[in-house]
Structure formats: C-alpha cells, structure tokens
C-alpha cells in the first residue's frame, strides 16, 4: 500500500509541475533549452523530492526538442493556409480533464490568433436553445485563409446533453440524423473538418481532479458539472461509444488521441494534425527592416508620472 501511495504522490507532483510547463514553455524562446530544462527539473526536484527523476528529466528534454519542431511546422502551416485560403474546423472533444485545453495551447501558441482562432461557446441562452441547434456555431466557421479549433463543439448534445438529461430523446436522435448531413455540408463548400477525441482512462481522470483539487491555480477548472461527470463515467461511456458509431463519416472521421499522458498525446495530435493537409512551404520574400526616419523638430514628450505603472519588480 506505501509503494502504491508513492507512486500516486509522484504522479500528482509530475501532474502538477506539467501544468506550470505552459509558462515555462514561454520563456523558453530565446533560451538554451538543455541548460534550462535541466535547472528547472533540478529546482522542482528540489522542492518536491522524487518529483523528477533523471529519466523525467531526458523525457522533458525531448518533449521540448520535439515540440519546438512542430511549432515550427505549425507556423509553415499557418502561412499555407493563408496563401492558399484554406478553411479548416478542428473539433477537440473529450472527458473534462482530458487534455483538450492543453493541445489547443500548444498549438496556438506561436500562431497568429487572426489566422487560427479558438472557439469555446458556453452554454446557449434562452434565446439560442429555441434556435436551430446548428446555428450559434455557423457564425464561428471560418473564412477563407482561417482555422478555427473548437474547444467542445455540436457534438455537446451527444455528450454532456445527452447524460445531464439537458435534451430530449427526439432532439437526441434529430442531432444524429442531422449531424452527418451537416458535416457534409460543409465538406462540400470547401471547409475540412477534422475531429479529435480524446481519451484518457477512469483512474488518469481520477488523478487529473485530484491534482486541481489540491492547485489553487487550477481549482476553478472544477465545477459542479465535473464533479458529476465524475460519477457519471460509465454513463458518459456509453454515450461516447454510440456518438463514435453514429457520426463516424467518410467526409469526417474521428481520430482518437490517446491521452493518458499528456505530452505524449500533445505531440501525437499536432504531428497528425499536421498530416492532414497538404501543405507547403511558402517562400517569403527576405525581410528588410528600413531605416527609422528622424525630425529635428520633434522631441519626445516625457511620460506623466501619475499613469506609469509602479515598478514593483
């Protein structure tokens, strides 16, 4: 029993240092990554002993190599779909706590936000459950030159509608005989659409709520909606397993990410994601930056003391 508590400290400690990778990630950009990858899992191991071992810590070198990689891609990308006016929909589903979230970063992370856009609709008002249930979602397709991630998407009623007892039976079986259509329709104007679920086991999702649980910076991920889909895992299973059989389509298949661990499931994504469009490299003409012109007449007029910002730091 000691060896199993152990393991779960460790997994809850790894969990929680994986979240604050997201800012270490960030100022990684202009650093040495070896010198720094290795003094922060030296200054976590420090705090949280046996958070991190050396193995721990090669994986995070590699992960971080790797990652870089495909951010790079990502922006060749991104400069593809703009010089070709490609239109592509990713749909990110899953469990609460799947990891959803934390692809969609990564991938946006170096991305013009005017060119790939997240999209993450709360629940609908009085006005737009009496609306087509399409509808809210038709404003945020994209344009041409234009991705847009959907961080849950339509298929809520498949899921979280369908277990919370939020829909009826007859709005349930119209979203399955109206979902493929849908797709189709919007294959056939010129918008590739591709879905991700992803999945993560009964007891990854158990450690995931224990870790916000205990981080304050992550608690207010937990709402009372969670906490009942907890409970409700073998429901929100079979609701899964019929959504994959009903809306599984040649012009828009699911693909499922394995998630239990998160990097893994990060890089695995992107680099599919990548793989499914046909993109190149856009030769850019070389950047020059021009000369700053000056004015003897002008003077830079000093900033009013009362609006700077205190420097604290």
């Known amino acids: 029993m000691k060896e199993i508590d152990d393991d779960l400290v460790r997994r809850i400690q790894n969990d929680l240092t994986d979240s604050y ?131 849950r998407s339509w298929y809520n009623r498949a899921g979280v509608e369908r277990v919370m007892g939020f829909c009826t039976d007859e709005q349930y079986e119209e979203f399955f005989r109206s979902v493929p259509e849908f797709e189709r329709m919007l294959v056939r104007s010129g918008i590739q659409l591709i879905k991700y679920w992803f999945s993560i086991s009964d007891e990854e999702q158990h450690l995931r709520f224990l870790g916000r649980i205990h981080d304050p910076l992550k608690q207010w991920k937990l709402s009372p909606m969670d906490l009942e889909s907890r409970r409700r895992w073998e429901d929100y299973t079979r609701a899964k397993e019929v959504m994959l059989e009903r809306t599984h389509i040649a012009e828009a298949p699911w693909w499922v990410v394995q998630a239990v661990d998160k990097k893994k499931a990060r890089l695995n994504c992107i680099h599919h994601l990548l793989g499914q469009m046909p993109y190149e490299e856009v030769q850019r003409p070389t950047i020059v930056l021009p000369p700053r012109v000056r004015n003897d007449d002008y003077v830079r007029q000093a900033v009013p003391q009362e609006i700077l910002v205190p420097e604290v730091y």
């Not at 070198?61 to 060749?76: D, I």
């Not at 737009?128 to 994209?142: D, G, N």
């Open 21 to 151: 990778d997201e800012e270490f990630e960030l100022e990684l950009e202009d650093r040495n990554l070896d010198a720094i990858a290795g003094a922060f899992a030296g200054d976590a191991a420090t705090a949280a002993p046996g958070a991190l071992r050396a193995d721990d810590k090669e994986q995070r070198r590699l992960y971080f190599r790797e990652l870089f990689r495909l951010q790079g891609e990502l922006v060749k990308l991104q400069e593809w779909v703009v010089h070709s006016g490609h239109k592509a929909v990713v749909i990110f589903e899953g469990r609460d706590s799947a990891g959803k979230g934390g692809v969609i970063k990564r991938i946006t992370q170096r991305l013009n936000p005017r060119v790939c856009r997240v999209v993450a609709l709360p629940a609908p008002n009085d006005r737009e459950r009496t609306q087509w249930y399409f509808q809210r979602y038709v404003s945020h397709l994209p344009a041409a030159g234009e991705i847009v991630l959907l961080d």
